[in-house]
Nanobody, 124 residues
Framework: QVQLVESGGGLVQAGGSLRLSCAASGRTFSTYAMGWFRQAPGKERVFVTG????????SYVDSVKGRFTISRDNSKNTVYLQMNSLKPEDTAAYYC?????????????????WGQGTQVTVSS
């Protein structure tokens, strides 16, 4: 069992920045690809970005490319999401997830563990 705890969410003005963190329990963090998903009210949870086990490969949904950066520090069992140039449409609950695959998949069904989420609200 792996426990994931997100932090760093909050209220920010459009154009501002936030850095989300996801701390994982256990000593096998480096064996998981990690992903960030988000879910706005009334909408389904969708993929935002993912990172491979080693951190060598990343992927992003088109709407956040150039603005968001995913990274990981396996020595700290933590994955990060740096969010710059935030827009109101980025407002959502953000969830961290872990997959047993080497490269982060883009669909929810391929992830094995989920955090409880952290709220990001971007005001105009």
């Amino acid at each position: 069992q792996v426990q994931l705890v997100e932090s760093g969410g909050g209220l920010v003005q459009a154009g501002g920045s936030l850095r989300l963190s996801c701390a994982a329990s256990g000593r096998t963090f480096s064996t998981y690809a990690m992903g960030w998903f988000r879910q706005a009210p009334g909408k389904e949870r969708v993929f935002v970005t993912g990172i491979s086990r080693s951190g060598s490969t990343t992927s992003y949904v088109d709407s956040v490319k150039g603005r968001f950066t995913i990274s990981r520090d396996n020595s700290k069992n933590t994955v990060y999401l740096q969010m710059n140039s935030l827009k109101p449409e980025d407002t959502a609950a953000y969830y961290c997830a872990a997959s047993n695959l080497i490269v982060a998949p883009t669909t929810r069904d391929r992830y094995d563990y989920w955090g409880q989420g952290t709220q990001v609200t971007v005001s105009s």
